[in-house]
T-cell receptor, first 113, second 113 residues
Framework: QKEVEQDPGPLSVPEGAIVSLNCTYS??????FMWYRQYSRKGPELLMY????GNKEDGRFTAQVDKSSKYISLFIRDSQPSDSATYLC?????????????FGGGTRVLVKP | GAVVSQHPSRVICKSGTSVKIECRSL??????MFWYRQFPKQSLMLMAT?????????EQGVEKDKFLINHASLTLSTLTVTSAHPEDSSFYIC?????????FGPGTRLTVL
């Protein structure tokens, strides 16, 4: 069993819909959680970084962490075709700066105009 | 924001040659940088952790004599693929530790003929 599980998709939604992504993990020691967006043939771009249970909002993005269930989510409101990309969750035991990240496999998202 | 660059973005080389990839943090100092490898439609696989002024720490299964890492300054780390073979063809991505988390470079696509 992988430490971090993420549905590979593809997840196809119409423009304007809410995109819902999630990851589950097995290591209860993970305390820091990140979501990255990766376009084809590009490096991952940090979207959200959280370290406490609950919600964190930034523009159209909302990250949710439920440590008791070992479950994290990312919601994208008012999705745009430019949101079509692969979304990777990542997590670490100690603060992510300078420490090893464990990634999910990534979910490919397609937002259709 | 935190910007990380990589050079070259793409390289094609003959089997048996060595290739050097540079990773630079442009607007911050990074005591720790990471090197990842990514195969098509797969997630990132951590190869090694690079700390400024000290030897790199390699993940299990990664040949340190084949993938030479040097972190000579707080803004530059290099990965040299020695005696490259076709199976080394991949997308190589570095990340650098910023103020709170890791920021990724745009990646280098290596093709070994």
């Amino acid at each position: 069993q992988k430490e971090v599980e993420q549905d590979p998709g593809p997840l196809s939604v119409p423009e304007g819909a809410i995109v819902s992504l999630n990851c589950t993990y097995s290591n209860s020691a993970f305390q820091y959680f990140m979501w990255y967006r990766q376009y084809s043939r590009k490096g991952p771009e940090l979207l959200m970084y959280t370290y406490s249970s609950g919600n964190k909002e930034d523009g159209r993005f909302t990250a949710q962490v439920d440590k008791s269930s070992k479950y994290i989510s990312l919601f994208i409101r008012d999705s745009q075709p430019s949101d079509s990309a692969t979304y990777l969750c990542a997590m670490s035991v100690t603060p992510a700066a300078g420490n090893k990240l464990t990634f999910g496999g990534g979910t490919r998202v397609l937002v259709k105009p | 924001g935190a910007v990380v660059s990589q050079h070259p973005s793409r390289v094609i080389c003959k089997s048996g040659t060595s290739v050097k990839i540079e990773c630079r943090s442009l607007d911050f100092q990074a005591t720790t940088m990471f090197w990842y490898r990514q195969f098509p439609k797969q997630s990132l696989m951590l190869m090694a952790t690079s700390n400024e002024g000290s030897k790199a720490t390699y993940e299990q299964g990664v040949e340190k004599d084949k993938f030479l890492i040097n972190h000579a300054s707080l803004t530059l780390s290099t990965l040299t693929v020695t005696s490259a073979h076709p199976e080394d063809s991949s997308f190589y991505i570095c990340s650098a530790t910023g103020r709170d988390t890791q920021y990724f470079g745009p990646g280098t696509r290596l093709t070994v003929l």
